[in-house]
């Protein structure tokens, strides 16, 4: 069975700085997805960022970027100049590649909170 | 576009109760999911259907159950409700089962069971 920790309930940071928060997860599967989701207070799922483990490359997107390290199965996110509006719980997930079921197996989260 | 809509937002039951939640797909997806999420966890998977067809359970008891209709949308049954299914329940919508695509998410509907 996957599993998906996250260490850091909770974190904060000054607005402009960078945080990273961390994951590790535990898997035999050797093709699979990670995610990173957040979820305002208003409580819903948005996804920031998503990473193949086939591929090497570390996803990006705008702000935010990855640090997958498939051997020691870690995947955390990096939130570079950070906004008031980042504010939230952030939940690392897995999921595993292809077949006919696609549910995700998420964290328990950490709580981010972006102080002006 | 509409996202995905869950109904209702907020309700409370009492104990030993049964409860529908519905959720309505984004337009094309096929794929429904639904999770629940107790306060201070992550979400947990309850069911996944893809084309009507049931592609996946979690470890819920069988006092969970869901269907999905021609229209892609869905309801999660939940009979003889315990203090400990008060939870945010949550609902995600793709175009394909198997992740390839993007899950979104609805805002929820958070039950209360007293």
């Known amino acids: 069975a996957q599993t998906v920790t996250q260490s850091q309930p909770e974190m904060s940071v000054q607005e402009a700085e960078t945080v990273t928060l961390s994951c590790t997860y535990d898997t035999s599967e050797n093709n699979y997805y990670l995610f990173w989701y957040k979820q305002p207070p208003s409580r819903q799922m948005i996804l920031v960022i998503r990473q193949e483990a086939y591929k090497q490359q570390n996803a990006t997107e705008n702000r935010f970027s990855v640090n997958f390290q498939k051997a020691a199965k870690s995947f955390s996110l990096k939130i570079s100049d950070s906004q008031l509006g980042d504010t939230a719980m952030y939940f690392c997930a897995f999921m595993k590649y292809g077949g006919s079921q696609g549910n995700l197996i998420f964290g328990k989260g950490t709580k981010l909170s972006v102080k002006p | 576009d509409a996202g995905v809509t869950q109904s209702p937002t907020h309700l409370i039951k009492t104990r030993g109760q049964q409860v529908t939640l519905r959720c309505s797909p984004i337009s094309g997806h096929k794929s429904v999911s639904w999770y629940q999420q107790v306060l201070g966890q992550g979400p947990q998977f309850i069911f996944q259907y893809y084309e009507k067809e049931e592609r996946g359970r979690g470890n819920f008891p069988d006092r969970f159950s869901a269907r999905q209709f021609p229209n892609y949308s869905s309801e999660l049954n939940v009979n003889a409700l315990l203090l400990g299914d008060s939870a945010l329940y949550l609902c995600?919508?793709?175009?394909?089962?198997?992740?390839?695509?993007?899950?979104?998410f609805g805002q929820g509907t958070r039950l209360t069971v007293v």
């Open positions: 995600a919508s793709s175009w394909e089962s198997g992740g390839r695509t993007e899950a979104f």
